[in-house]
Each structure stands twice: as structure tokens, then as C-alpha cells.
């Protein structure tokens, strides 16, 4: 079995490198975190003392991590997984990161004869521990056929987008569906409440209809009974469509309906939101309407 | 069986009259267009002179009209509806129209003892035809009652969504939801082939998780292939923003994602894209790129 290596041990990386060692992968771990890395080694991994040294110690090197510059200071630092990469080896990285970012880590990859994958997820931390994350995956078709069985373990639906970068775009899209469709669904649900209907009754009414979606039925719910405990963090979704906009600007696309949704994430977590599921996005139209929708008991 | 008048032979009412007729419904019926009129007419429809005689001479009067204006015309004009309507009788407006002006036409029925539904619809011409449509009821319980045999002959999600006007504020709901979810589906595939990945292979794998929508599904396969003709055309859906707008004007509500919506369908008919489907919307964006989404095979 491939010897794996795993940087990043959060509230995604965590259960996803214990279900690899579950399945009996042999597994070198390293996090800043000491405590988060403990626990993985009481499960049965090994630490690693750097990323250099276990990109040295494996075959496959997964990262997990928050965002393009830990991605950066991970793979390209001081004693960072370049420095240690074998040829032969493969570095899959499953943070969401900026394409660019992912295509320039293939880029070095390949220039110590390694191979690469992007492979961002979707899921949340309620796929990563039943292992039923959405993975998007780009890169070489041998490097995704390489990976799969490592794949398996941690998700269900795994799709090849294209070649490095592609996993990354796909994230992003889903990012900006995600966004956008939030904030439709949350204009539609309060222009509906204060004009004087019940809200629930429109969502029930609407919901067999082309306005059918998956936002619509989980974060409409989420709307209706504010329950904004995550889910997924407003800041990670900031984040995402951080990401999503600076490609935009890098490549001259204008997209005015994912600027709404960043400003008010911006707005959201300003008002001390941050930790909120994203369907909060909600209240900040409330907040502008200065009105608020009733809760129902759907 | 209730004698139905019908007013509004298009391309909506024209089917929908017909199944009325088929049903054994005696039916009078009026249209300025006397071609769209001779037709119901030659399927066994009496002609009436004017709304007011429609009125006169039925039990349950359905007016299913362009718009806001057309229905003020016909139910509070000259020879107007209000000048027949008989104590004791039903007006059904199934246009789609400003809450407000469907809330205006239900007192007035009832100052004459009548009752009154705002019952727009969903699902366009095909749902029309196949009497599969969507409709969203608003008025008192008991006239929803006496109506609901005769919406059964016309569509399928038949939802009685609260007091009068409520049917409006769905639809309203429905058309911000399907437009907004338009511009995200157009942002995301537009960047994404932008990119570089292939678009077709995005939507793919980002439709099984919280992306997933009957837009991304159908609109979005659309936008992929190019199929822009209708559909649901596009100066159909800026009336409709328009009606949302408005009535967020009325009430206080900012709606960021549905104005960009309202702009951009704007701009597609300055372009000359009038009667273009709704997902035409996409070109809107790529013209501001300076760049097209490859068509696919999918």
C-alpha cells in the first residue's frame, strides 16, 4: 500500500486522514495545531517533523489546507514539500485555493518529475466524516487513476474535470452557484414575508417549480427557522468567493451577482458573523429592509 | 356545471380555455385578437361583445392577461369586468401581475359580493398545453374550494398559498429565485470556461451536491448548447422582474442580485434578444467578458 503523507489536520483534514488510516494506509501527519495531530497519532500515525521530511517519508502527499497562502508556505517554504518530494511521488492538494495557484504547484511537481492533482471538495465536515465528500479533481488522467482508490475512502461522488487547475475551477463555480443561489433565495423569501405572505407557504408553493434547488430546500429551511448554527462558516465561504472574484479580475470576467454575495459576507462578518452558516447571509438584507422574517415552525 | 368566462386567448389561455371546454365547462370567451378568439370559438366557445357581458352571463370569470395594466383595463375599464360581475360569482385573475393590483381587484369583487382568486401560473406554454402548470392561489379558503375542480383541469401543483394577493407574492417569489439562480449559473459556467476547464464537465461535477437546481440542470445545458430560443422568453421575465422591483420599492426592500437581474435582461433586449429564452441572460455577461463559452456536445 502507498505510504501517505497528511499536512493539515482541521475540521476537514482530521476525519479524512483517519478513515485513510481505517483503511489501513500507512500515515505520516504533521499540524501546526499539536493537539489536532495528537489525536491522529493516537489512531496510529506517525508525526512528521516538517513537510519536507514527510514528503521524504511517502509516496502520496495530501494537503488540507485553509487557503492559498498556507498552500504557498507549505509546498514552496523553507523546508516545504518541494524540498523533500521524490520523483515518482504524487502531491494531491485538496484545499480550496486559487486555480492559479494550483496549476503553479503542478508546474513544480512535474519539475521534480512528481505528479499532482487538484482536488478540492464539497461536503462540509458532515462529508468528511462519513466519507461522502464530493471531490473535483484535476490533472493527468494516470495521477486521478493513481489516486482513486485514496479517493474512495473519503468520498462518494469523484469526477476528473480536466487537466491541473480544472478541480479548482469546478470548486469555484459551485462556490458561486451556492453563493448566488443563497442570496436569491433569501431576497425572494423576504420580499415575500414583508409584502405579507407566509413565508413557508411561498417556499412550499414555489418549491416543485423551476425555482426548485438544493439551497432553496436546506438553507430556505435554515432561513425560515434561523437556525444559523454551520454548516458551512461564513468566513470559508468569504473565502471561496474571494478566490472566485480575483480569478474574475485576473482574466477580465465580470460577475455582479457574486460581488453582491462578497459584500455582504463582508458585510455579515462585520457584524459579527463570521462563525454563522452562510445561509445568515439572509439578515443582512433583513438588516437593510429593517424588518425581519417571521419564524415558522416548519 | 359553472358557466366560465375566459378573457385572454394567448399563448397561455388559448390552451388553457381549451381544456376548460373539453372538461364540459360551457364557455364564453374574449380576446382582442379575433384570430386567437375564432379558434376557441370553432372548439364549441360562445363569443362575448365585452368584458362586462362575459361577466354578466358567467359564474366563475378567468382573465389570464398580459400584465398589471391590462388587468386594471379590463377588470375596472369601461364595459370592464365590474360593470357585469353578478353577487355570488368568482373572478379568477391567473396573470401574472403586482400584488397590490391583484389585493385592489379582490375588494372590489367582494364591495360587489363576489369573490376573488390571484392565481398566476408556472411552467409556460408547455405546461399550459399539457395541463401541468404550476398555480399558486391566493383569496379565502372557501373560494379556493369552489375553484380547485376547475384549476385541476388546467394544472397539477395547485397550492393555496393565503389571502388574496398571496398567489402573487409566489409567483413574484418563484421569478426572483429563477432569475437570480440564471445569473449565478451564467457567472459560474462563464468563468469556469473562461478558465479553461471545460464547462460541460463543471456542471457535471458540481450538480450533485448544494449546486444542484433545475436551472443549473436545464438552463445551464442550455447555455452549454447555445439553445436560446424560448422557452420563457426574456421580456416575459423582465415584466416580472419589474413587478418584484416595484413592489420592493413599495415596501422598503433591497434586492441586489435580483436588480443585476432586471439590468441584464435590460441590456439583452436593448440587444435585441426580446424574445430570446431566459438563459440568453448568459450573453449578456460573455459580451462584457469579451469572450464566448465554447459550445459542447452534451
Known amino acids: ?34 493537539s489536532a495531530q495528537d489525536q491522529v497519532i493516537a489512531a496510529g500515525a506517525r508525526a512528521g517533523a516538517s513537510p519536507q521530511e514527510v514528503a521524504a517519508q511517502s509516496d502520496v502527499v495530501i494537503t488540507m489546507l485553509p487557503d492559498s497562502p498556507e498552500v504557498e508556505q507549505v509546498v514552496f517554504g523553507k523546508a516545504g514539500v518541494l524540498t523533500g518530494l521524490r ?3 504524487l502531491l494531491i492538494d485538496m484545499s480550496t485555493i486559487l486555480p492559479s495557484m494550483a496549476r503553479r504547484v503542478a508546474q513544480a511537481a512535474r519539475a521534480q518529475a512528481a505528479d499532482a492533482l487538484d482536488a478540492p471538495v464539497s461536503g462540509g465536515q458532515v462529508g468528511a466524516q462519513n466519507a461522502t465528500l464530493s471531490i473535483m ?13 485514496i479517493f474512495e475512502k473519503m468520498g462518494k461522488n469523484i469526477v476528473h474535470v480536466g487537466e491541473a487547475g480544472a478541480g479548482q475551477i469546478a470548486k469555484m463555480a459551485n462556490q458561486i452557484i451556492v453563493g448566488v443561489t443563497i442570496l436569491g433565495v433569501s ?7 414583508k409584502a405579507g405572505a407566509d413565508p413557508a407557504k411561498v417556499r412550499e408553493a414555489i418549491s416543485g417549480g423551476f425555482a426548485q434547488s438544493r439551497i432553496l430546500e436546506l438553507h ?17 465561504h468569504r ?3 474571494a478566490i472566485a472574484l480575483n480569478t474574475a479580475k485576473e482574466l477580465g ?13 463582508n458585510a455579515l462578518i462585520a457584524n459579527g458573523g463570521a462563525e454563522l452558516d452562510h445561509s445568515a447571509l439572509v439578515t443582512m438584507l433583513e438588516k437593510l429592509a ?9
Chains 1, 2 share one sequence.
Open 1 to 34: 500500500m502507498e505510504r501517505i503523507g497528511f499536512i493539515g489536520l482541521g475540521i476537514m483534514g482530521k476525519p479524512m486522514s483517519l478513515h485513510l488510516l481505517s483503511a489501513g494506509y500507512p500515515l505520516c501527519v504533521l499540524d501546526v495545531v499539536q
Open 87 to 89: 520523483a515518482g511521488s
Open 137 to 149: 479533481v484535476g490533472g493527468a488522467p494516470a495521477a486521478f487513476a493513481r489516486a482513486q482508490p
Open 187 to 193: 431576497e425572494a423569501l423576504l420580499l415575500a414575508a
Open 220 to 236: 430556505g429551511q435554515r432561513m425560515l427557522q434561523r437556525a444559523f448554527q454551520p454548516g458551512f462558516k461564513v468566513k470559508l
Open 239 to 241: 473565502k471561496d468567493m
Open 253 to 265: 470576467v465580470a460577475l455582479p451577482a457574486s460581488a453582491n454575495v462578497a459584500e455582504l459576507l
Open 290 to 298: 429593517n424588518f425581519q422574517i417571521p419564524t415558522t415552525s416548519i
